[in-house]
Protein backbone atom coordinates (compact mmCIF):
# COMPACT_ATOMS: atom_id res chain seq x y z
CA UNK A 1 0.00 0.00 0.00
CA UNK A 2 1.67 3.99 -0.73
CA UNK A 3 0.01 7.09 0.79
CA UNK A 4 0.53 10.42 0.24
CA UNK A 5 -0.63 11.72 3.55
CA UNK A 6 -0.49 15.56 3.20
CA UNK A 7 -1.51 18.16 6.56
CA UNK A 8 -3.97 20.22 5.74
CA UNK A 9 -5.74 23.40 7.21
CA UNK A 10 -8.65 22.50 4.77
CA UNK A 11 -9.57 19.73 1.85
CA UNK A 12 -12.22 18.66 -0.08
CA UNK A 13 -12.88 16.55 -2.93
CA UNK A 14 -15.96 16.60 -5.46
CA UNK A 15 -17.43 14.38 -7.84
CA UNK A 16 -19.85 14.71 -10.92
CA UNK A 17 -23.50 15.74 -9.05
CA UNK A 18 -22.31 14.63 -5.47
CA UNK A 19 -22.01 17.41 -2.63
CA UNK A 20 -18.39 17.51 -1.67
CA UNK A 21 -16.90 16.66 1.27
CA UNK A 22 -14.89 19.33 3.44
CA UNK A 23 -12.57 18.59 6.27
CA UNK A 24 -10.81 21.29 8.00
CA UNK A 25 -7.51 20.79 9.91
CA UNK A 26 -6.14 17.16 9.71
CA UNK A 27 -4.90 15.10 6.81
CA UNK A 28 -5.41 14.51 2.98
CA UNK A 29 -4.01 10.74 2.37
CA UNK A 30 -3.97 10.30 -0.74
CA UNK A 31 -4.51 5.91 -0.94
CA UNK A 32 -3.36 3.20 -3.97
CA UNK A 33 -3.59 -0.27 -3.29
CA UNK A 34 -1.28 -2.72 -4.68
CA UNK A 35 -2.31 -6.17 -5.53
CA UNK A 36 -0.19 -8.24 -3.02
CA UNK A 37 -1.45 -5.71 -0.08
CA UNK A 38 -3.42 -7.58 2.52
CA UNK A 39 -5.03 -7.18 5.92
CA UNK A 40 -1.52 -6.65 7.55
CA UNK A 41 -0.55 -3.78 5.14
CA UNK A 42 -3.79 -2.45 5.75
CA UNK A 43 -3.23 -2.61 9.31
CA UNK A 44 0.42 -0.79 9.66
CA UNK A 45 -0.79 1.70 7.02
CA UNK A 46 -4.00 2.44 9.34
CA UNK A 47 -1.98 2.81 12.75
CA UNK A 48 1.09 4.80 10.90
CA UNK A 49 -0.91 7.75 8.95
CA UNK A 50 -3.47 7.88 12.21
CA UNK A 51 -0.36 8.24 14.63
CA UNK A 52 2.09 9.86 12.89
CA UNK A 53 3.76 13.03 14.66
CA UNK A 54 3.37 15.76 12.20
CA UNK A 55 1.79 18.82 14.12
CA UNK A 56 3.11 21.10 16.16
CA UNK A 57 3.35 21.03 19.75
CA UNK A 58 3.47 23.61 22.24
CA UNK A 59 7.18 23.96 21.49
CA UNK A 60 6.69 23.92 17.82
CA UNK A 61 7.76 20.67 17.37
CA UNK A 62 6.01 17.82 15.04
CA UNK A 63 4.96 16.18 18.41
CA UNK A 64 1.11 15.46 18.00
CA UNK A 65 -0.82 13.27 15.61
CA UNK A 66 -4.31 13.72 14.05
CA UNK A 67 -5.57 12.21 16.62
CA UNK A 68 -4.39 13.83 19.40
CA UNK A 69 -4.81 17.57 17.84
CA UNK A 70 -8.74 16.21 17.32
CA UNK A 71 -8.25 16.44 13.79
CA UNK A 72 -10.04 15.18 10.69
CA UNK A 73 -9.22 12.82 7.61
CA UNK A 74 -10.27 13.34 3.80
CA UNK A 75 -9.43 9.24 2.42
CA UNK A 76 -9.09 9.63 -1.27
CA UNK A 77 -9.18 6.41 -3.32
CA UNK A 78 -5.73 6.94 -6.01
CA UNK A 79 -4.69 4.21 -8.05
CA UNK A 80 -2.20 6.34 -9.69
CA UNK A 81 0.27 6.23 -7.14
CA UNK A 82 1.55 3.01 -8.54
CA UNK A 83 2.55 4.23 -11.76
CA UNK A 84 5.11 3.20 -14.04
CA UNK A 85 7.29 6.10 -15.99
CA UNK A 86 9.97 4.10 -16.78
CA UNK A 87 9.52 2.91 -20.32
CA UNK A 88 7.24 6.36 -22.85
CA UNK A 89 5.65 9.37 -21.61
CA UNK A 90 2.37 7.55 -21.07
CA UNK A 91 1.83 5.71 -17.70
CA UNK A 92 1.30 2.16 -17.11
CA UNK A 93 -0.72 1.06 -13.98
CA UNK A 94 -0.15 -2.37 -14.12
CA UNK A 95 1.43 -1.72 -10.68
CA UNK A 96 -1.81 -0.86 -8.83
CA UNK A 97 -4.73 -3.20 -7.85
CA UNK A 98 -7.64 -3.95 -10.16
CA UNK A 99 -10.86 -3.25 -9.23
CA UNK A 100 -12.16 -5.95 -7.66
CA UNK A 101 -9.22 -6.30 -5.12
CA UNK A 102 -8.24 -2.37 -4.36
CA UNK A 103 -12.27 -1.59 -3.80
CA UNK A 104 -12.94 -3.82 -0.80
CA UNK A 105 -9.23 -3.51 0.69
CA UNK A 106 -10.05 0.84 0.20
CA UNK A 107 -12.86 0.32 1.71
CA UNK A 108 -11.51 -1.84 4.89
CA UNK A 109 -9.30 0.66 5.42
CA UNK A 110 -11.33 3.36 5.40
CA UNK A 111 -13.29 1.40 8.13
CA UNK A 112 -9.63 0.89 9.98
CA UNK A 113 -8.84 4.26 9.74
CA UNK A 114 -12.07 5.22 11.37
CA UNK A 115 -11.94 3.02 14.49
CA UNK A 116 -8.48 4.44 15.09
CA UNK A 117 -9.56 7.75 14.67
CA UNK A 118 -12.64 6.59 16.85
CA UNK A 119 -14.74 8.82 14.95
CA UNK A 120 -16.37 9.40 11.11
CA UNK A 121 -13.38 9.69 8.47
CA UNK A 122 -14.52 11.31 5.42
CA UNK A 123 -13.82 10.08 2.29
CA UNK A 124 -14.05 10.59 -1.43
CA UNK A 125 -15.87 7.84 -3.99
CA UNK A 126 -13.98 4.78 -5.18
CA UNK A 127 -13.39 4.24 -8.93
CA UNK A 128 -15.10 8.02 -9.72
CA UNK A 129 -13.16 11.35 -11.68
CA UNK A 130 -12.65 13.28 -8.04
CA UNK A 131 -11.67 17.08 -7.76
CA UNK A 132 -9.50 16.98 -4.97
CA UNK A 133 -8.81 20.77 -3.18
CA UNK A 134 -6.69 21.28 -0.54
CA UNK A 135 -4.49 23.76 1.42
CA UNK A 136 -1.62 22.25 2.23
CA UNK A 137 -0.80 23.88 6.19
CA UNK A 138 3.66 23.79 6.04
CA UNK A 139 4.19 22.42 3.58
CA UNK A 140 3.99 18.58 5.20
CA UNK A 141 3.54 15.73 2.55
CA UNK A 142 4.52 12.51 3.30
CA UNK A 143 5.13 9.63 0.93
CA UNK A 144 4.42 6.07 3.01
CA UNK A 145 5.04 2.60 1.03
CA UNK A 146 3.83 -0.03 3.00
CA UNK A 147 6.59 -2.68 4.89
CA UNK A 148 7.21 -5.56 2.22
CA UNK A 149 6.07 -9.09 3.42
CA UNK A 150 7.15 -12.32 2.34
Known amino acids: ?67 DIGGEILLVSQFTLYSDVSSGNRPGFSGAAGYDIAKPLFEKFHQMVQQEMERPVATGWYGEHMQVALVNDGPVTLIIDSPTRS
Open 1 to 67: MRVIVQRVLSASVASGDESAVHIGPGLLVLSGIAPADDQAALGWMCRKVVNLRIFDDEAGRMNRSVK
